[in-house]
């Protein structure tokens, strides 16, 4: 079992940045592949990035390559998700998750946090 909580989010600024953090308990996040998701008003949840169990590999949504960053940090059971150059439409409850794998065409994930809302001003 891992439990997920996600922190950092907040109101910003367009063009602004924020970094949201998600932090696990449980002795095994250094062997869980991390992600982050987000859902807007009236859509569906989708793909935002992924790292792998070492950090040593990252995956982007083509929406926020080059302004998206996500890292981690074994020692501390965290993860992190760097945005920069913020637009409104990046506004939404943003959610870390455990274990993303996309298979059979959607993605599945073995555990979600709570979320953590993220609103960019215009």
């Known amino acids: 079992q891992v439990q997920l909580v996600e922190s950092g989010g907040g109101l910003v600024q367009a063009g602004g940045s924020l970094r949201v953090s998600c932090t696990a308990s449980?002795?095994?996040?250094?062997?869980?592949?991390m992600g982050w998701f987000r859902q807007a008003p009236g859509k569906e949840r989708e793909f935002v990035a992924r790292?792998?169990?070492?950090?040593?590999?990252?995956y982007y949504a083509d929406s926020v390559k080059g302004r998206f960053t996500i890292s981690r940090d074994n020692a501390k059971n965290t993860v992190y998700l760097q945005m920069s150059s913020l637009k409104p439409e990046n506004t939404a409850v943003y959610y870390c998750?455990?274990?993303?794998?996309?298979?059979?065409?959607?993605?599945?994930?073995?555990?979600w946090g709570p979320g953590t809302q993220v609103t960019v001003s215009s």
């Open positions: 790292i792998s169990w070492s950090g040593g590999s990252t």
């Open positions: 449980g002795r095994t996040f250094s062997s869980y592949a």
């Open positions: 998750a455990a274990n993303p794998s996309f298979t059979d065409t959607r993605w599945h994930v073995d555990y």
